[in-house]
């Protein structure tokens, strides 16, 4: 099965749509999804997404960080990476609760977040079926 990215961002998120294209710089459409409410994508979660898997959090608020960390549970096989929207020390604290591999802020160009997101695609650790190690798609570039 492919690795894939998961991007929750709700709607009126800074910069979601530069996030999106950053995204698309390193994984195809097909192993790609967005999610911009929190039903959908807490039902996602629980029920589709593997255990190969990157999620990126687009933090709104700390209502939003709230409860992500208490989905810290479903999220212990998942690759983190966490869009904060300050650097306010109680926002960092709260954010280093759910384990994330990389913090940056909503006002950064995340271009150091697709770099971060390249690696962690081939550091993915590898299906038991060797033939499964070349089924995922990196885009090149």
Not at 54 to 75: D, M, R
Not at 89 to 116: C, K
Request: net charge positive; glycine share 2%; aromatic share 8%.
């Amino acid at each position: 099965m492919p690795v894939s990215i998961t991007y929750f961002c709700p709607t009126k998120s800074t910069g979601r749509e530069q996030v999106k294209r950053v995204i698309r710089l390193v994984v195809t459409e097909n192993n790609f999804e967005v999610f911009t409410r929190w039903g959908d994508f807490e039902k996602h979660l629980r029920t589709h997404a593997p255990a190969r898997h990157i999620v990126v959090f687009h933090v709104g608020s700390k209502k939003h960080l709230q409860q992500i960390a208490a989905l810290q549970n479903l999220l212990m096989d998942h690759k983190i990476v966490l869009i904060l929207p300050d650097a306010k020390p109680e926002t960092i604290e709260l954010a280093h609760t759910v384990r994330p591999r990389f913090i940056t802020y909503a006002d950064s160009d995340f271009l150091d977040m697709a770099s971060v997101l390249r690696r962690m695609l081939l550091t993915c650790p590898a299906e038991t079926d060797t033939a499964a190690q070349t089924s995922w798609t990196l885009k090149e570039g």
